[in-house]
């Protein structure tokens, strides 16, 4: 049903102007955008953005949305610069507030959650993968909370890591939430392993709902530790966002 209802938008571009831009980690930027399709996506799903040059040359790529419907008529992204990237440096180094991009979407209907779906949520992000998770907290938090939640998030550094301290508020903030930070890139770091993962499941309980994103690395690393926890494969989403 949601599908269909939200299928007819998916594929004609629609308008979009940027409103805010704000750093959010040293590499990744806040796009804030004012566009039509801000009051119909869940939260995980994505969108295109599409690029458009003077002289008609155009480029498009996908990017999570990170924001949980709010009624502001704008949606945020969150994009991490690349190097050399020709879409996340245009985002990253040029964009300005007033720009104009095309938004196209939302796509992603089963890598997406609201709150009438339940849980327990066991969510895994790597890197930029964070973002549709993001979101899926932020509507969670919009009257969700005793749905147990468990976020296992892999960064680089914790400066790194996005969004880091609003999710440690939010831990603070509600015991249904836990947050599962492993650094891979700093003294004392690691790469998520077996005893992070029996963590992250034992303050949730079996959980009814898995959602993994980020690099193809990262989901196969989090999914095959998921599995040998005894979770069932039928209850894990992946989403990979490249390289
Ligand atoms: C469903 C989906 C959701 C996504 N959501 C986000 C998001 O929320 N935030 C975000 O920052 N990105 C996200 N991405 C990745 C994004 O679509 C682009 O791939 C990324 O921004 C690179 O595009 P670019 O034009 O800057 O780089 P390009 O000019 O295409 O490539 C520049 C260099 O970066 C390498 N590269 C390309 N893509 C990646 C990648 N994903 N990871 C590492 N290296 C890469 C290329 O091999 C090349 O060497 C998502 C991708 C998918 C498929």
Redesign the pocket.
């Known amino acids: 049903m949601i599908e269909s209802a939200i299928e007819p938008v998916v594929f004609r571009w629609h308008e979009a102007e940027i409103t805010a831009l704000s750093p959010v980690t040293p590499h990744?930027r806040s796009v804030r955008l004012r566009c039509s399709l801000a009051e119909a996506y869940r939260a995980g799903q994505?969108v295109d953005v599409r690029l458009t040059a003077e002289d008609g040359y155009q480029?498009q790529?996908?990017?999570?949305i990170?924001s949980a419907q709010d009624g502001s008529g704008t949606l945020e992204?969150?994009?991490?610069a690349?190097?050399?990237?020709?879409?996340?440096?245009w985002f990253s180094h040029l964009a300005e507030v007033g720009d104009r991009v095309e938004l196209r979407g939302p796509?992603?209907g089963s890598f997406s959650w609201d709150g009438p779906d339940g849980g327990p949520l066991l969510l895994g992000g790597g890197g930029?993968g964070v973002?549709?998770l993001l979101a899926m907290l932020r509507r969670r938090a919009q009257g969700w909370r005793q749905i147990p939640a468990a976020l296992i998030y892999s960064a680089r550094t914790r400066a790194e890591a996005i969004a880091v301290a609003e999710l440690e508020r939010l831990a603070e903030a509600d015991p249904n939430f836990s947050l599962h930070l492993a650094t891979t890139r700093e003294p004392g770091g690691k790469r998520i392993d077996a005893p992070l993962v029996a963590d992250a499941l034992a303050r949730i309980g079996a959980p009814g709902k898995v959602f993994l994103c980020g690099?193809n690395r990262f989901v196969a690393a989090a999914s095959d530790l998921i599995l040998a926890e005894g979770v069932a494969p039928g209850l894990i989403r992946t989403?990979?966002?490249?390289?």
């Open positions: 990744v994505h480029a790529r996908s990017y999570s990170a992204l969150m994009i991490e690349l190097p050399d990237g020709e879409v996340s440096g796509i992603g930029s973002v549709p690099s989403e990979r966002f490249g390289a």
